[in-house]
């Protein structure tokens, strides 16, 4: 087998120990390189003339990604996790206990595991790369840092700064390790090695002493102090989790465990946890994620087909939408644009978007405000077609009218190039229509962003009939520069996920309207894993654009998607939610919690009946959103459950630790969820007939994924 690691020795005695894995673009620690470690260490210690040693990647812009998530994977036992655990501990002992300097030289993603093997050297210095990151975000795949990382990151940057970092999976930039202490020193990449060198040169320094404030020295220095700590940190998790994610508590435990008795039982409480959460459904949901965005940045969107350069880009519109799409590709993209609206404040207001981003990452110290300024320079704006012959893409995001879409298709083919690709931003209209008043339809398709642009990860790139393979290919290549995810979806009403979003909204309008109350519809839905309930998600994109959405969906789709009564009345009234600060809660006041306004239950006559059962709320409508889900698979919508289940979690937030609706479904059985849907159609109504290929799937037992 080839080696991973190669130990070379310089003339100064330090020795270099280069991890490079044949083959890989990234280094991961494996099971079956403890040996291979084992020997090297056991070579250094008997080579009197080594006087220290330097850890460093043979990888260009990456130090060690983490443990091989495919090894987790392969285990069947929690056991079996649990040794490898203890396996790395064992390593990262030997390594921690040569009485030499030992110094890891890091550049670029320096992950999970890999920041473990680097918190186990004495010393770490860094490049100041933008690819250089520190962090360990082993909590965002369902797991625990199990390299002894809960153990040695709080003895070196103290517990909170600790738990923040491992309950969240942040992950550090260069000048922020530093100022943490995580790492000794920052230098250009081209000094890396020979600063890491002279430092083990220079002997193994004691950590420099951090600056401890006042009240982490009597909150961290006592018992009590440190318990304090713990339990504000679980009522934090728990607040966030809905008690949906087990990693987070266990992480505190292992910590907790660790500085209270001592590393030995902390190492030890962190192998048992580790061993159990990756045999967790939550972990292995939320890893099934990650493989699955992997495999689509490989995807073109259209097979073979490449995509063509997008040099220049014209936004129509510059609302909400289009400031938002005109700021991610200038500052993610990196891509000149050119904003066109119809008057001077829609142009402010896209220049504004930007500039507030862009703002914020200098303020966060993730750009200087000369490369803010640049960026800024990107941006252009008019309220002519001027100055657009030569964009590549123009991206419209005016209002759902397709008259005006028309329109707008007709100046782009006048005044741009017979290449300029047409997108549309529609959430609604189907691409072919709005393609109908094209010269040139194969240059036409939609892109469709979810708000707000900059937070939001997933694009729809929805192809027509007539679309070319390159406009598809070009479009999703674009959307990946501006840090999108995309998903290739069928041209049809509503796309994929507004579509199944529509039934969910709508059996939680029929639950209001039967007396479940406002806040006690959220809570079950955020109970049931959702970042926020329907009825916030209302106000939040404006009632009135459900409104708008509905007829068009009904029209296209069925009767099935028939909104209830309720948006008439609430658009009598003038609710349009948050954007006229009149919705189902109250805006404007100063008070901390959110509040109903309650003045909506007489605006629908209603008055709130006993709340039903959290559980059973949630359960009527998701039941809506999975069954449409499946629609969508049955008619090509989506080409995959797995682009149903990243269009869903990335779209709509539908819960990560399920994995997203379809292998949601597989855990409750195709069975069991028509057996639910018939019970709802008895009761209910029709709106809840199973479709054709879940009572299909529950004959034969199939699933979505093998
Ligand atoms: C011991 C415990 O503490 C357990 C752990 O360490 S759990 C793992 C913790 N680490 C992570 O969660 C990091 C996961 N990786 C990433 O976030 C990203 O890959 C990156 C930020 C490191 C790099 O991103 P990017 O530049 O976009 O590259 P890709 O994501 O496309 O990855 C390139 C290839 O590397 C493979 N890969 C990356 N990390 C891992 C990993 N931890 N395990 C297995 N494979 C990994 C990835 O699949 C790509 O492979 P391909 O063959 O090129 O498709």
Not at 49 to 61: A, Q, T
Not at 91 to 102: D, G, Q, Y
């Amino acid at each position: 087998m080839e080696k991973s690691f190669t130990l070379s020795r310089l003339d100064s005695g330090i020795a270099v120990l280069t991890m490079d894995v044949p083959g890989e673009t990234m280094n991961t620690l494996r099971a079956e390189f403890g040996p291979e470690i084992c020997e090297m260490l056991a070579e250094i210690k008997s080579d009197a003339s080594i006087r220290g040693v330097v850890i460093i990647s043979g990888k260009k812009d990456s130090f060690v990604a983490g443990a091989d998530i495919s090894m987790l994977d392969a285990c069947s036992t929690a056991g079996d996790a649990r040794e490898l655990s203890k396996q790395g501990h064992e390593v990262f002992f030997a390594l921690e206990s040569l009485t030499i300097p030992v110094v890891a030289a890091i550049n670029g993603a320096c992950l999970g595991g890999g920041l473990e093997l680097a918190l186990a050297c004495h010393q770490r210095v860094c490049s100041d790369s933008n690819k250089t990151m520190l962090g360990l975000p082993e909590v965002q795949l369902g797991l625990l840092p199990g390299g002894g990382g809960t153990q040695r990151l709080p003895r070196l940057v103290g517990i909170a700064k600790a738990l923040d970092m491992m309950l969240t999976g942040k992950q550090l930039r260069p000048k922020q390790a530093l100022k943490l202490g995580l790492v000794d020193d920052v230098v250009p990449e081209s000094i890396l090695l020979q600063t890491a060198v002279e430092m083990a040169l220079a002997g193994a320094r004691p950590a420099k002493k951090r600056k401890v404030s006042l009240v982490e020295k009597l909150l961290e220095g006592t018992p009590v102090g440190r318990n304090i700590i713990f339990d504000q940190a679980l009522k934090q998790v728990n607040k966030k989790t809905q008690g949906n994610y087990p990693a987070p508590e266990k992480i505190i435990d292992c910590v907790r465990q660790g500085m209270t008795k001592d590393m030995v039982k902390g190492l030890e409480v962190e192998a048992q946890h580790f061993g159990d959460l990756v045999v967790s459904s939550e972990s292995e949901a939320l890893r099934s994620i990650f493989f699955a965005t992997t495999d689509m940045k490989k995807e073109s969107g259209a097979g073979d087909v490449s995509p063509k350069a997008v040099n220049k880009v014209m936004v129509l519109g510059g609302g909400l939408m289009g400031g938002g799409i005109a700021s991610v590709t200038t500052t993610k993209a990196k891509i000149p644009v050119r904003v066109k609206d119809i008057s001077e404040t829609g142009l402010s207001n896209a220049l504004a978007y930007a500039y507030k981003l862009l703002a914020k990452g200098v303020k966060r110290r993730h750009m200087t405000p000369a490369v803010r300024d640049n960026l800024m320079a990107l941006m252009t704006t008019t309220t002519e077609y001027k100055g657009i012959k030569d964009a590549d893409m123009v991206v419209e995001a005016v209002f759902e009218d397709l008259n005006l879409k028309h329109q707008m298709v007709k100046d782009v083919e006048r005044e741009c190039g017979e290449h300029t690709i047409f997108a549309s931003n529609t959430s609604s209209l189907p691409i072919k229509q709005i393609a109908e008043a094209a010269e040139r339809p194969e240059n036409v398709i939609g892109l469709h962003y979810f708000s707000p642009v900059e937070k939001m990860p997933l694009v729809e790139v929805i192809a027509h009939e007539k679309t070319s393979p390159q406009t598809i290919a070009t479009t999703v290549a674009f959307a990946r520069k501006q840090g999108k995810t995309p998903i290739v979806v069928k041209d049809g009403a509503g796309f994929y996920v507004n579509r199944i979003l529509a039934l969910y909204m709508n059996e939680a309008a029929n639950l209001l309207l039967e007396g479940q109350s406002v806040d006690h519809l959220d809570k079950a839905l955020v109970k049931f894993g959702f970042p926020v309930g329907p009825m916030t998600l209302l106000d939040e994109v404006g009632i009135d654009v459900g409104a708008k959405i509905s007829p068009i969906l009904e029209k296209e789709l069925g009767e099935r998607f028939k909104a209830p009564a309720a948006f008439d009345k609430l658009l009598a009234d003038d609710r349009k939610g948050r954007k006229n600060g009149k919705g189902f809660y109250q805006y404007g006041n100063k008070a901390k919690k959110k509040l109903v306004d309650e003045s909506v239950y007489g605006v629908l006559g209603l008055t709130p009946a006993t709340d039903k059962e959290p559980r059973a709320v949630a359960e009527r409508c998701v039941m809506q959103m999975l069954n449409e889900a499946v629609r969508c698979l049955e008619e090509g919508i989506i080409s995959s459950p797995r682009d149903g289940d990243i269009g869903a979690i990335f779209g709509i937030g539908f819960p990560p630790f399920l994995g997203g609706p379809f292998r949601y479904m597989d855990s409750l059985g195709a069975k069991h969820l028509v057996e639910t849907l018939k019970r709802y159609q008895s009761e209910f109504g029709d709106r809840f007939t199973p479709c054709d290929r879940l009572v299909e799937m529950a004959e034969s037992g199939a699933k979505f994924y093998d």
